[in-house]
């Protein structure tokens, strides 16, 4: 069982651990990835194979000494890439197989998702799966003729052993150099067809959704919620178009869907009961046992999931969640200038989830006989254990039947279980914690951005909107080469060109952030980025955004990305991020491009509906009405601060939201929707609708009846 491309599976042989420390001082080899600072190049820095990072030093001297390239692809929080490095990697007469026959390459797929976008369909075309670590072999020029994932140090699991792979390869590379170029011409061809888009010639119509919504249903999963079988990734993006969908048509059983999934997943072991945040992926199809690793992609698409699902159904146990995950990002994710790291890995001190688990004794010697069999009973702690003989931590039962059970009321439970959680989060917390990779990346902040954005309007939390303002300036100010956006930043250094999510899920991020804070420059930051998104990856041609800039290297293909995997494809974000800017701006040229990308989506949305959740929410979207709310007032005082709570306490999916409390004239400028407004004496409302407004709302009771409508 190797990864999927939706998500980072861990089965068999391929992809999720890391060591506790990135690199062993002591050693005897070092090689020129030592001057990298990514933690998962560093980490491969005193090898004994010869690694080079991917640039023109390493292609140049493959040209130049006529050598076939290794190229391994990996990244901090793959298991399967540690255990391959362990078995092959360190080991010197392997070493010095890859050493003599190959010109080494080492790349961290986070930090060049367009590498690893290439090459991993080169793999799957070539062996039907796909996963990490990839081992890939090319030509000088860059062209893959062979390739795969793990591969064991010698013969075993039905595969060849690493050595007899080298040898084999270097072989035919020498002896075989027809076959060779042809396989590396045939498979050129074939990833040059990857990612082209006929564009629909049918109109854009609401039975796209409905449609979508039929065949997404039939495969839920009504006992334990999600969708499929084991292994189960969270399907946020899915969920999100569900409540798009219960929106439009008032649809209970999407609304039950969503809410069902939420309430398994929260209860689950995939959930961390005591710290917040969610691992990456259950590998079984009730949520009990996660891949322990968190990634700050995943806790940025479910804490905006469940801050929407709390909108509608505002109820305590889903705003808990949201919260959590938040304040769990605040607390082990949030560097001091203000960036989000990447990961924070399954394993400590050599065992994965071992910082997770409990044994009943522990729990018992920890709260007590009382409180720490009430604890045990709702957290299903056994002495037998469910994981490696001991616990996870999950709900199995409601709380009113626990309390019941042991005799006491509700009230008294509640409490009780709280303190219980926090005691354990304080002992766990002197526990070795899982490595994190520190790495700041672009497009995942600007995923984490919009979230405490929207968080700190829905759950009135100013400190939220502090941790906004602080990431929105440190990616502003560090991620920055003139106009354009740079990928990753660690230890004070950004670079690597950044790529279309990248612009994308930044500019998506400052919109939310200028909606919550109504302060006028993160609006025009977001513009600014949108120009030169388009500048540096709209397809003049075809329509459609490019994967890389116009100013990247020259890579052996230049693709486009439209589904959705472990995140938002970065045409979904951008023709999202359009569509509010022109609801916000006024320019049709946005929408025109938006529109051109939804008809390059809409073919496969209709046979795929499921990768298509984030493009599926945008195309709701488009063909809605979006409500447009100003809210004005000579500052943001408490009429304002009312009438904002208003609409940010009401779900409104297809909605842009225009705030002025301070430089009247040059915000109505930027936002139509603000001319003519600006002058109020007090906090007012506007609501707009297909260019129709409706009487100015100077209370919050007017307002709801206004959304209402």
């Not at 004994?48 to 006529?66: C, F, I, M, S």
């Not at 590998?283 to 905006?304: C, G, I, Q, T």
């Not at 801050?307 to 990002?329: F, K, N």
């Not at 004239?665 to 930027?670: D, I, L, N, P, Y």
Request: net charge negative; hydrophobic share 40%.
């Amino acid at each position: 069982m190797y990864a999927a491309r939706s998500g980072f599976l861990c089965g068999a042989r391929s992809c999720v651990q890391i060591r506790n420390s990135w690199v062993d001082p002591v050693t005897e080899h070092t090689n020129f990835l030592i001057n990298e600072t990514s933690p998962y190049l560093l980490q491969h820095a005193h090898n004994p194979v010869d690694w080079y990072p991917w640039g023109e030093t390493a292609l140049q001297k493959a040209r130049a000494e006529g050598k076939p390239i290794l190229l391994s692809i990996g990244y901090s929080a793959c298991h399967w890439c540690h255990v391959m490095e362990r078995e092959s990697f360190e080991n010197e007469e392997t070493a010095k197989l890859m050493n003599e026959n190959f010109i080494n390459i080492k790349v961290d797929r986070e930090e060049r998702p367009d590498l690893d976008q290439i090459y991993m369909n080169a793999v799957q075309m070539m062996t039907g799966h796909g996963g990490w670590p990839m081992t890939m072999f090319l030509t000088p020029e860059g062209v893959p003729f062979y390739g795969g994932t793990y591969f064991p140090p010698e013969d075993r699991y039905n595969m060849a052993g690493f050595p007899r792979v080298l040898l084999s390869v270097a072989e035919a590379y020498r002896s075989q150099a027809d076959q060779v170029v042809h396989t590396a011409g045939t498979m050129l061809g074939e990833l040059r067809r990857v990612g082209l888009a006929d564009e629909s010639r049918e109109m854009l119509t609401t039975e796209i959704l409905d449609g979508a919504w039929r065949r997404i249903e039939r495969n839920c999963d009504r006992a334990h919620g999600g969708f499929g079988g084991a292994p189960k990734f969270p399907p946020a993006m899915t969920l999100e178009f569900l409540l798009h969908h219960h929106y439009r048509t008032r649809s209970t059983e999407a609304l039950e869907i969503v809410e069902h999934t939420c309430r398994k997943m929260a209860a689950g072991g995939i959930y961390d009961q005591l710290g917040g945040g969610f691992h990456r992926y259950s590998v079984d199809a009730h949520w009990l046992v996660p891949h322990f690793e968190k990634m700050l992609y995943d806790n940025a698409l479910l804490s905006r999931l469940y801050l929407h699902l709390y909108q509608v159904a505002r109820d305590e146990p889903t705003r808990r969640v949201a919260e959590e995950t938040l304040d769990y990002v605040v607390r082990e994710m949030t560097d001091r200038a203000g960036g989000f790291y990447s990961t924070q890995d399954a394993d400590s001190e050599g065992h994965e989830g071992k910082f997770f688990v409990w044994s009943q004794e522990e729990v018992l010697a920890a709260l007590g006989e009382v409180n720490g069999k009430i604890f045990c009973d709702y957290f299903d702690v056994s002495e037998s254990g469910n994981f490696e003989g001991r616990n996870i931590l999950h709900v199995t039962d409601v709380a009113e039947t626990v309390a019941a059970r042991h005799g006491i009321s509700l009230e008294q439970f509640v409490p009780r279980v709280q303190e219980s959680r926090q005691r354990l989060f304080e002992i766990r917390e002197q526990r070795i914690k899982p490595a994190r990779d520190e790495k700041v990346l672009t497009a995942w902040n600007g995923l984490m951005l919009a979230s405490f954005a929207e968080g700190s309007a829905i759950l009135e939390r100013p400190d939220y909107l502090e941790v906004a303002r602080a990431n929105a300036d440190f990616l502003l100010t560090n991620m920055r080469d003139g106009d354009l956006l740079l990928r990753t930043y660690k230890d004070g250094e950004a670079k690597l060109n950044a790529y279309l999510e990248d612009y994308a899920c930044l500019a998506d991020g400052l919109i939310s952030l200028y909606e919550a804070a109504g302060e006028l420059k993160w609006l025009e930051a977001a513009v600014k980025i949108t120009e030169t998104m388009i500048d540096q990856f709209w397809d003049e041609q075809d329509g459609g955004f490019f994967f890389t800039g116009k100013d990247h290297e020259q890579l052996i293909v230049r693709t486009k990305d439209y589904l959705d995997n472990a995140t938002p494809s970065g045409n979904s974000v951008a023709m999202q991020v359009l569509l509010r800017l022109s609801a916000l701006t006024g320019k049709d040229d946005y929408r025109r491009r938006a529109t051109a990308v939804l008809r390059l989506m809409a073919n496969q949305i209709q046979r795929y509906p499921s990768a298509f959740g984030w493009g599926l929410c945008g195309l709701d979207f488009y063909l809605s009405t979006p409500k447009e709310i100003a809210v004005v007032a000579p500052g943001r005082d408490e009429t304002a601060r009312a009438l904002l709570r208003v609409v940010w306490q009401t779900y409104l999916p297809n909605r842009i939201i225009a705030c002025c409390f301070a430089e009247h004239e040059r915000a109505a400028q930027a936002i139509p929707l603000l001319r003519g407004r600006t002058d109020a004496a007090a906090g007012t409302a506007f609501v707009c609708e297909a260019n129709t407004c409706q009487l100015p709302a100077s209370t919050p009771a007017a307002l709801i009846e206004q959304l209402s409508a």
